[in-house]
């Protein structure tokens, strides 16, 4: 019995020894550094889809986990180059000089909406951007837009010549070329900071779209706002994952991927941003804000001060080797009929 004893402590010892000597075969993970709130649909909807694609897709060898890091939602692009990040997605406009030719999703009269803009703005990348490499050191991994940006403030204008003097929240890109014009003075500040610098007085109002009077509550600091029917322009965001990550992963768990991203993922966040932008309007709506649909005197006015911006961009891009003139007229031609689906 004692013999027995030891026999079996020993095959107990030698099997903890084999178990904690064996090779531990953990699944893959994809930690994606994310701003805005938790229950904002980049969040909430698309983010953790695309994680359920990815996993489908790799028969769960790769998940997805969103993390929220802080800070300045500039600094995303740099630590998923730096390997602190495998993906985040962030803002074109908060690299100025950087990213020139995503500007041209961003221009007055796109039509089609987010989902259309989106879908146009993939597709163009491909066929026409790509070649100017200017996502040089990350891999692509998706291109969208927000919804229509309109105008939000804490008081009402009757014109546009009102906004001359006005401090307003102004994200980059297009936005700033549009506050130029309207002779506003521009408050820099990130998205999630927005609340508190209206609530501060710090600005009176923002150029956002729709869905953030929800999600970042501008409902309650901005009760008023100046709906155009496209939009007075369109935000151009990025998905992008780390270079040396995706070398490392198997051959097969790449390109499923990468099979679930690209134009597959960018409808995905222009259809989700796109509807949260009618929820948002209807929201505040039913909060009591005022929600004023551009007069046709108001639409006058913007096309006054924007008629010189396709000309403008062109004449920006004209050093890139890419026919930025051919790819505007596809971008929007793209944009509407995808739109109108």
Same mark, same amino acid.
């Given at each position: 019995?004692?013999?027995?004893?030891?026999?079996?402590?020993?095959?107990? =010892?030698?099997?903890?020894?084999?178990?904690?000597?064996?090779?531990?075969?953990?699944?893959?993970?994809?930690?994606?550094?994310?701003?805005?709130?938790?229950?904002?649909?980049?969040?909430?909807?698309?983010?953790?889809?695309?994680?359920?694609?990815?996993?489908?897709?790799?028969?769960?060898?790769?998940?997805?986990?969103?993390?929220?890091?802080?800070?300045?939602?500039?600094?995303?692009? %740099?630590?998923?180059?730096?390997?602190?990040?495998?993906?985040?997605?962030?803002?074109?406009?908060?690299?100025?000089?950087?990213?020139?030719?995503?500007?041209?999703?961003?221009?007055?009269?796109?039509?089609?909406?987010?989902?259309?803009?989106? =879908?146009?703005?993939?597709?163009?990348?491909? !066929?026409?951007?790509?070649?100017?490499?200017?996502? +040089?050191? @990350?891999?692509?991994?998706?291109?969208?837009?927000?919804?229509?940006?309109?105008?939000?403030?804490?008081?009402?204008?009757? !014109?546009?010549?009102?906004?001359?003097?006005?401090?307003?929240?102004?994200?980059?890109?297009?936005?700033? %070329?549009?506050?130029?014009?309207?002779?506003?003075?521009?408050?820099?500040?990130?998205?999630?900071?927005?609340?508190?610098?209206?609530?501060?007085? @710090?600005?009176?109002?923002?150029?956002?779209?729709?869905?953030? !009077? !929800?999600?970042?509550?501008?409902?309650?600091?901005?009760?008023?706002?100046?709906?155009?029917?496209?939009?007075?322009?369109?935000?151009?965001?990025?998905?992008?994952? #780390? &270079?040396?990550?995706?070398?490392?992963?198997?051959?097969?768990?790449?390109?499923?991927?990468?099979?679930?991203?690209?134009?597959?993922?960018?409808?995905?966040?222009?259809?989700?941003?796109? =509807?949260?932008?009618?929820?948002?309007?209807?929201?505040?709506?039913?909060?009591? #804000?005022?929600? &004023?649909?551009?007069?046709? +005197?108001?639409?006058?006015?913007? $096309?006054?001060?924007?008629?010189?911006?396709?000309? #403008?961009?062109?004449?920006?891009?004209?050093?890139?080797?890419?026919? $930025?003139?051919?790819?505007?007229? +596809?971008?929007? +031609?793209?944009?509407?009929?995808?739109?109108?689906?």
């Amino acid at each position: 019995m004692k013999n027995l004893k030891k026999l079996m402590l020993s095959f107990a =010892i030698a099997s903890a020894a084999l178990a904690a000597s064996a090779p531990t075969w953990a699944e893959t993970t994809i930690r994606v550094g994310s701003w805005l709130p938790p229950a904002h649909t980049m969040n909430a909807d698309v983010l953790p889809t695309w994680g359920k694609w990815i996993e489908e897709a790799t028969e769960g060898r790769v998940k997805l986990k969103i993390e929220y890091p802080g800070g300045d939602p500039k600094a995303l692009l %740099d630590q998923v180059q730096d390997g602190a990040y495998e993906a985040a997605w962030t803002f074109h406009g908060y690299y100025p000089g950087r990213f020139k030719l995503t500007k041209m999703v961003e221009l007055p009269g796109i039509e089609g909406g987010a989902k259309g803009a989106s =879908i146009a703005h993939w597709r163009i990348h491909e !066929k026409y951007l790509s070649k100017a490499k200017e996502h +040089e050191g @990350v891999v692509l991994a998706g291109l969208f837009t927000h919804g229509p940006g309109q105008i939000h403030l804490a008081k009402p204008i009757e !014109k546009l010549a009102d906004m001359k003097g006005k401090k307003i929240r102004i994200g980059g890109g297009v936005q700033a %070329d549009i506050g130029k014009a309207m002779g506003v003075e521009g408050v820099a500040a990130p998205g999630s900071k927005v609340y508190e610098i209206l609530a501060q007085g @710090v600005a009176d109002g923002a150029f956002m779209p729709m869905g953030e !009077k !929800k999600t970042l509550r501008l409902k309650e600091v901005a009760p008023f706002s100046i709906k155009f029917p496209n939009g007075m322009y369109l935000g151009s965001f990025m998905v992008i994952l #780390n &270079q040396e990550f995706m070398d490392k992963l198997d051959a097969k768990d790449r390109e499923a991927i990468m099979k679930v991203s690209g134009e597959k993922l960018s409808a995905l966040a222009g259809e989700k941003w796109g =509807i949260e932008a009618e929820e948002g309007e209807k929201d505040a709506a039913a909060a009591g #804000n005022t929600i &004023q649909v551009a007069s046709p +005197e108001i639409l006058a006015e913007f $096309a006054e001060m924007t008629k010189d911006f396709d000309k #403008n961009f062109l004449e920006s891009v004209k050093d890139s080797g890419v026919d $930025a003139e051919a790819a505007l007229k +596809e971008m929007r +031609e793209i944009a509407k009929a995808e739109g109108s689906k």
